[in-house]
């Protein structure tokens, strides 16, 4: 089975400062990690995937996230938040076979001008 | 290249009625997905079709729901008889092939509003 948690329902953070937005999954065999982002009344929007390789990956808009195997997390970080960043993000996981992406609960992130 | 077709994008149905959503994928694409959203939540899995083909239909109510992917034109989910219950934003998604590392990429969704 995989699962996906993302622990903080609301973060704010001013326009400017480095913003992080949480995930850690759980699953069987190797994870594939996705983030998408969703603007109100939306649809989602494909940020950046982990599959293998480097633990930093960098995607749209000037995101990137770490996967971090030994904590099972796969954080979404930006130096330099925006107020266009604002917005519903949300990280999902799929194991190897998998077709189904399973989505975490999602986290609003507010950037406070 | 336009991007994943969903339409209509809001639909309002009275209890008992039926629901037709329909999803054209990318160009190219031959794997949809459906996925169900409903007030703040996350997107739960329903279905997912190929062409002609249902593959995994592991996450859709067992009566009442259906999903067709025909050899020409959109994929349809149906609900059929409504209730409450069943309003939610319904999206779907496609992929150029089936592999676990392939990216999904996601439509506008259509809101569904039940009386």
């Known amino acids: 089975a995989q699962s996906v948690a993302q622990p903080e329902d609301q973060v704010n953070v001013a326009e400017g400062n480095p913003l992080t937005v949480k995930c850690t999954y759980s699953?069987?065999?190797?994870?594939?990690l996705f983030w998408y982002v969703q603007y109100p009344n939306r649809g989602l929007q494909f940020l950046l995937k982990?599959?293998?390789?480097?633990?930093l990956v960098k995607g749209s808009y000037g995101f990137e996230a770490e996967f971090n195997k030994s904590q099972t997390s796969f954080h979404l970080k930006k130096p330099s938040a925006l107020v266009s960043d604002s917005a519903l993000y949300f990280c999902?996981?799929?194991?190897?076979?998998?077709?189904?992406?399973?989505f975490g609960t999602g986290t609003r992130l507010t950037i406070i001008p | 290249n336009a991007g994943v077709m969903q339409n209509p994008r809001h639909l309002v149905r009275r209890r008992g009625q039926e629901a037709r959503l329909r999803c054209s994928p990318m160009k190219g694409h031959s794997h949809v997905y459906w996925y169900r959203q409903l007030p703040e939540e996350g997107l739960k899995f329903m279905v997912y079709?190929?062409?002609?083909?249902?593959?995994?239909e592991s996450g859709m109510p067992k009566e009442r729901f259906s999903a067709e992917f025909p050899k020409e034109g959109p994929s349809i989910l149906r609900i059929q008889q409504v209730v409450r219950g069943d309003s939610a934003a319904y999206f779907c998604?496609?992929?150029?092939?089936?592999?676990?590392?392939?990216?999904?990429?996601f439509g506008p969704g259509t809101r569904l509003t039940v009386l």
């Open positions: 999902a996981v799929r194991d190897l076979g998998n077709e189904k992406l399973t």
């Open positions: 079709l190929q062409k002609e083909n249902i593959i995994d």
């Open positions: 699953v069987s065999g190797n994870p594939y």
């Open positions: 998604a496609s992929s150029p092939t089936a592999g676990s590392t392939d990216t999904q990429y």
């Open positions: 982990y599959i293998t390789g480097d633990n």
